[in-house]
C-alpha cells in the first residue's frame, strides 16, 4: 500500500479516535451533578476541533468546571486522552488572571512555608467563623469548607533533628518527595513512611531541592510557574536517580503530574527519571513480591478497612499495589469501595463557586461510606482525605501510615537487616 | 504478580468468564482498556433471534444446530448448551440481575423504534412480550420526558399502532428535571437517570405517572430506560409507586440498563476475590513453545503479570480486539491468527443493507476455544466474545449471547483442565 495513506491515527491526544459514544460523559463526576458543565466529551474533543479553527470557541467557564479527574480517559473505550485535551486547551486559550485566592491555593508551598511559622494563629484563624466569612467574601474561598490545617513544624525540619543522623547506617537508600502536605500540614505521614522503609532495611534521603508538584498551579492557572517549579524538581530527581535512588512519594496525585502531567500538559522531560518515579505502595509491594523484603503485622492489629479509589490512583492504574499490600495484612477485614470521585480534587472544592457542585460530586461515595462503616478509609490521595473525613465519621489514612501501624517493626527489622 | 487465569477484556463475555473462575476458587485478574459494549445494550440477551436464511427463530436451541460449523455455537454440544445457558443464568441471579426468558423458546423485545425483536433473556422492567399476537390486545400510554433527545417517539408511535396496538403519547413536564433542561443537550437517558436515584425526584416522578395514568384507560405505561443509575433496585420503588404496570424501553446509547449490568457483574467479581485493572491496556505477550507465559500491560510498566491460561475478550472492531488497516486484519495483542479474506475487496458489500463480510471475522480457534497462532494452537490461549470468527451478530441476533455463552463455556473448560 502507498506511503501516501495515513495508516494509524497521528491526532494530539488521540482526539481523532473519538467515536462521540458519550461513555465519558456518563462517567464525568461534575456532569452529572450540574447542567452547566457540557461534560468531556463536549468540553474536550468536540469542543476541540472548533478551537483548532478558532480561540473564540474557547469557553473559560466551562471548561474551568474540569476537576482534570481523568475518570472519562479511564472509561474511554478508544484512548481519547479526554482530560488531557481540555487541560492543554486551559493552558493555551485562558486569558484569565489568577485571582489573588488562585494564587494563595496554588502556590501550596510558599504559603505553607509561610503558614507553619504561624501555626497555631493561622489553624485558629482558618477555623473561626469571622475569619471563614472574611475569606469567603473577600476572595472567594468556601466558608462552610475547613482549610487543611498546618503542623508548627516542617516534615523537612522534624526529619533533619530526628532521622536523618540514622540514615546513614542503611547502604539501600531512596529518595523521598514528600510533597506540600506532609511538609505543612501532616508529617506525620512522612514519618510513618520512614518508619516503614527504615524497617525494611531502606535509608531515606531528601532531594537537593524539592518544590511543589505544581498541580495546583496547573488547575489554578499559573501553568508557567509550574513548569519551573517541575525543572526544579526534576533536576533533583536526576541528581538522586544518578547516585542510584529511586524517587519515592506517597501522594498519588503527586505522583502522576511527575509521570504524566509534566510532559504531557508543562513538556518537561522526564525521561531520565520517570522509570524510578514511584508511589511508595508499588516500590515496597514490588520488593515484597520479588521476596526481597518480608513484613511481618502485628497480631492485635485488627481493623475494617474500605479503600477509596483516587482518581488519580486509578488513572494511573496502580490501585493494585495498594490494596494488595493492605490486603497482606492477616488482621484487616478489607472492604473495596464503588470506585467514585470524592468531590475535593485538589483545591477546587475550597472555591466558593464550586461548593455545591463538590458537595453533590461526593454524596454518593460518603453515603456508602457510612453504610460500610469501616474503621478506617484507606485513600493514597491527601485531598481525598480532607474531604471524606469533614463529611462522613470514617478516618482517613495514606495506606503507608496503615501499614507502618500494623508493621511489627522489630520482627521486620530483623527479617530484613 | 502471578494470577491462575488473566482475562483481557471486561466486558460481558469477560465478566462471566472472570466470575465463573472466582467462584470456583481461582485467583483472576481482569485487564480492561476501557468501557465496554454493554453501554449499548438493548435490555436483552440474544441467545439466536434469526437463522442463517435470516428467518425468525422460535427454538435457539434447535436453530442452532442448523448453524454452520463456523459459528461458535457449534464448538459446543447441545447438553453443554443448555449447561452453560443454565449456568449464565445463574450467575446472573448471583450478581443481582433478574432476568424473565428461556433457552427453550425465544420471546420478543420491544425496540426503541416500536418493532419487536426475538430474544432469549429480559432484563426486569424492561419491555417484553411472549407472542407477537399478544401485542395488538394493549392499550399503551408512551410517556418521556419532555425534550428527551434519546428516544424515537414518532417511529415508537407509529410502529406500534402499525402493529395494532392503541397507543397514547405524553410528555412528562415534571419539575424534578427542569434543573437538567437548563442546558438544552443534558435531557438524555444516563442524565436523568441519575436524578431518578434521589427518593424525593422519584416519588415526584411516580406521582406525575399516576396522575396520568389515573385520568387514560391504559393498561401499561412505557418509559424509556430512565430507570435503573444507582444500586437499589429503582425499577422496583418506581413500580411500587405507581399503581398501573410500567415496562421500560432501550433508548439510544449510552445504555442505563446496560451500565447497571457492567456495574453489577463488576462488583461481583470483585466480591468474589477478582482482580479488575480498569482502564489499563494489555500491549504484548510473552510466547514460548506454543504457550503465553506473562503479559504487559501499558500502566504497570515494569510487572510481568503471569498465568497459567489466558483468555481474550477484547472484542471487535468497535473495542479494538481486532484491528483493519489498508492492508490486513489483525488482533494487536499476541497476532492471533485471524479469518477473513484476503482480497480487501470482498470484505464488505457495497450495498449497506446487504450482510456485510468483514462482520464475520475475527480470531481463528479450535473445538475447545483455544487461538491459533502461526497455523499453530496456542496450548493456553483461549478466545470468547465478539472477537471470535463465524458470526454476524447484526444479522443472527446473538451478540451478547455468544458474548455470554462462550465467557462461560470457556471458564468451565479451564476449570475441568
Redo the contacts between chains.
Sequence with gaps: ?GDE?Q??NISTNELEQC?K???C???CPV??VT??Y??PK?AGPDGERYRIKDAKYFDEKALKMCLNCKRC???????VKIGDIIQAARIKYSTHRPSLRDWTMGNTDLVGSIATRVAPIVNMSLKLKPAKAVMDMMIGLDKTKTMPSYSSQRFETWFKKHALPQQSKYTKKVSYFHGCYVNYNFPKLGQDFVKLMNAIGYGVSLLDKEKCCGVALIANGMSSQAKRQGEVNIKSMTESVSKGMPVLTTSSTCTFTMREEYPHLLQINNDKVK?SLSLATRFIY?LV?SGKVNLVFRKDYKKRIAYHSACHM???????YSTSLLKMIPGVDFV?L??MCCGQAGTYAFKKENHDVASAIGS?LFKLIEEVHPDLVATDCETCKWQIEMSTSAPVENPISILADALDVEATKALNS | MKFDTIIIGGGLSGLCCGISLAQAGKKVAIAATGQSSLHFFSGSFDMLGYDIQEKEVEHPLEAIAQLPDSHPYRKLDNETLIETATAFSQLLAGAGINVKGSYMANHYRLTPTGLLEPTWLTLEGMAMIDSAGQLKTHKVLLAYPKEFMDLPVDFMEANLKQQGVEVMVKELEDQVFSFRRKSPSEMRATNLAKVLIDENAMSSFAQELNNLGKDNNVDTILLPNIIGWGTSDEFKTLQSKVSKPIRMVATLPPSVCGISVQAKLKQRFEKLGGTFLIGDRVIKGNIQYNRVTDVSTEKLTDEILQANEFVVASGSFRSQGIIANYERVYEPIFDLDIDYTSQRESWYDANVFAAQPYMQFGVKTDGSFRAYKNGVVLENVYAVGSILSGNNSIRLADGTGVDAVTGTAVANIILKK
Design positions: 500500500m495513506l495508516l494509524s467515536l459514544c458519550t461513555i460523559t456518563a462517567y456532569a452529572a447542567p452547566f457540557p461534560g463536549h480517559e479511564v472509561a474511554c473505550p478508544e484512548g522509570d514490588q513480591e486509578e488513572r494511573l492504574g496502580w490501585i493494585i473495596m464503588d470506585s454518593p
